[in-house]
């Protein structure tokens, strides 16, 4: 049993085949949709050097099915892809994260736990690109370390919301930074698209609708 975790847990992932459910231990199950039977299992957890927030293995990223994969990001440094029916590792990075994936053909993008902007190819796990966003408020003094929620894609672009009320539209491409947006406070939702409009909740309450 786990003495301590991250506020807050993921949602379990379903498909007509496969139930997968993450727990905060680090541990996650895939289960016949039908009865309930356990199928496989997988446990998040790295044995690098971890810092006090890392070493805590809780999996608050929703796991992600497609196709037959299934992809799965710890807190503590460790994300896999598995095989959806066997539940082998087809591949594997030594870096974690609290947000969920978003996926866009062969692509992944994910944010690490380092506060990274990461793209690689969803089948192999080979980097394509990695964009380092903003750690803290004050990056000299780090001080205010800031929290990015995201990602998700808005036709060619991967929209984040930050901690520091800013939010960035970035290029699927490279990473590179199309457009800075000013939320006026801080949000620790991602942001959703609906009807050609991305939209954000602050902590404050505002809605905020971009087109």
């Known amino acids: 049993m786990e003495l301590a975790g991250l506020l ?32 496989w299992n997988e446990t998040l957890v790295s044995l690098t050097k971890l810092d006090p927030l890392s070493s805590l293995f809780h999996v608050k990223a929703r796991p992600i099915v497609k196709g037959t994969h ?74 205010a370390p800031l929290l990015w929620a995201g990602p998700i894609l808005v036709n060619d672009t991967v929209a984040i919301a930050g901690s520091n009320g800013k939010a960035f539209l970035m290029s699927v491409q490279n990473g590179e930074t199309k457009q800075e947006l000013d939320l006026g406070h801080q949000t620790l939702l991602s942001p959703i698209a609906v009807e050609g409009n991305l939209i954000f909740l602050t902590d404050s309450g505002d809605l905020i609708s971009y087109r």
């Open 8 to 39: 807050g847990g993921a949602s379990p992932a379903l498909t007509p085949d496969l139930l997968v459910v993450p727990y905060t231990s680090g541990e996650v199950y895939a289960l016949h949709p039908g009865n309930g039977l356990p199928l």
């Open 70 to 143: 299934v992809y799965l990001i710890g807190n503590g440094g460790v994300m896999r892809c598995l095989d959806a029916a066997s539940g082998k590792t087809v591949w594997s990075h030594k870096f974690g994260g609290m947000r969920s994936p978003a996926l866009s053909g062969d692509y992944l993008f994910m944010i690490t736990s380092n506060n990274e902007l990461t793209c690689m190819n969803r089948l192999d796990g080979r980097v394509h690109w990695v964009k380092q966003l903003p750690r803290y408020e004050n990056e000299e003094k780090k001080d």
